[in-house]
């Protein structure tokens, strides 16, 4: 599901269709990331370079409780 995530994260960077947040499209390119890094990292520090400190650090905590949710 790496393109749907990857999908989702751009949703949530972009604001279509929900809610504008670079947090949560921070996550969703780390899941993605996770399976796929080939083809998400460049994506993932994009999107890091735009977030401060405690918006990385919140975002990569959703990342790792998501993947920690799914057994990965």
């Given at each position: 599901h790496v393109f749907a995530q990857h999908d989702l994260a751009y949703?949530?960077?972009n604001g279509e269709g929900l809610p504008q947040n670079a947090?949560?499209?921070y996550k969703w390119l780390k899941i993605a990331s996770f399976q796929r890094p080939d083809l998400m990292t460049k994506h993932l520090i994009s999107v890091s370079k735009t977030l401060n400190k405690e918006e990385l650090d919140e975002a990569e905590k959703l990342a790792d409780?998501?993947?920690n949710s799914q057994k990965i």
């Open positions: 949703m949530h960077l947090v949560q499209a409780a998501w993947l």
